[in-house]
């Protein structure tokens, strides 16, 4: 598949077996600076063919921030990362006017700030105020900044991938449910295996030097993220994810408030993603489930009773699954 330019081929079957084998060349690229992390590696290449974020939760050191400044590279995207801290100002994130002189005259020149990139990584965004995190909200809704009276559009693809550490809560501020919501998916990033674990200290431990090479440019990924809308969906897939999606409304004793029709949209449009990766021309039952997990995940919201048993979203999500008709 030539992978430099815009995609224009039409729909038939080779189109998708050409973009699978695109997208298996890009994950042994990145697994030269990447070990194992195949779930993690494959929900953040689903989140950019939607053309939506990603929130990735994990413990630290498991290489998250490398991951995705990997990726930004194998894509040819510009990359930045905020550090999100308590003492972060909205402006940090999205620039502000510096004054100058010009031809003995004072004028005001905009700076652009970090979220002017392909792909923002807001490392630890639970630890930003409330305020902070909002410099966000529009960028990744609107896919544009507004400083005072004048708004600027972001550079297409745009992508928000934050980062936030599960277990230590002091000193942060939880993201609300309308921020979380506008997350496409959250990513659980775990543990390396054993064998894994061996490589990756191999791989730090000895004057191994690896280096990537682009894979994708921008035009063909813009067109990636349209051939995903294309791809065909049967009646019975899209009735499997509105089932999913509506049994987290209904009556049971684990949720206190389901998902909105935002999940439903992400779900079907994950599938779709999740069949391009594999180089498929259609949307299977797999793709369905497996994507409910990261879809869903931060979109229910369980009851008091059910937090204080363990009882976590993915299982949850996971009886859903299992009791549907």
């Known amino acids: 598949m030539e992978t430099k330019g815009t995609l224009e081929k039409g729909l038939d079957e080779k189109v998708y077996k050409d973009v699978g084998q695109t997208f298996q060349g890009l994950q042994k690229e990145l697994g030269k600076v990447v070990v194992g992390q195949k779930d993690t590696v494959e929900h953040l290449l689903i989140a950019l063919l939607c053309d939506g974020h990603a929130l990735l939760e994990g413990f630290p050191g498991l290489g998250k921030t490398m991951i995705v400044s990997t990726l930004s590279k194998l894509l040819d995207l510009k990359f930045s990362r905020i550090q999100m801290t308590p003492d972060l100002m909205p402006s940090d994130i999205t620039g502000t006017y510096l004054i100058e002189e010009r031809d003995g005259k004072k004028v ?19 630890r930003a105020t409330p305020k902070a995190q909002s410099a966000l909200l529009e960028a990744m809704q609107e896919k544009q900044v507004t400083v005072g009276n004048e708004t600027y559009k972001l550079d297409r693809p745009f992508f928000v991938l934050a980062t936030q550490n599960p277990i230590e809560m002091e000193g942060t501020y939880p993201l609300p449910e309308a921020q979380l919501d506008r997350f496409l998916l959250k990513i659980q990033v775990g543990y390396p295996t054993m064998e894994e674990e061996d490589r990756i200290v191999e791989m730090h431990t000895t004057p ?101 048993k363990g009882i976590t979203q993915d299982a949850v999500v996971k009886g859903i699954i299992e009791n549907l008709k």
């Open 108 to 126: 005001f020149r905009f700076e652009m700030g970090p979220v002017f990139a392909n792909i923002v990584l807001a490392d630890e965004i639970n």
């Open 208 to 308: 191994m030097v690896a280096s990537v090479q682009k894979v994708l440019d921008k035009p063909t990924l813009l067109s990636l993220q349209r051939l995903t809308r294309q791809m065909p969906i049967s009646k019975e897939m899209k009735a499997m994810a509105l089932k999913i999606v509506a049994a987290t409304r209904a009556s049971n004793p684990s949720i206190e408030y389901g998902a909105s029709p935002r999940a439903s949209i992400g779900l079907v449009l994950s599938a779709k993603a999740r069949a391009l990766l594999g180089g498929r021309n259609y949307v299977s039952p797999e793709d369905i489930k497996a994507m409910a997990y990261p879809i869903l995940r931060h979109r229910i919201i369980l009851t008091f009773d059910a937090d204080r």
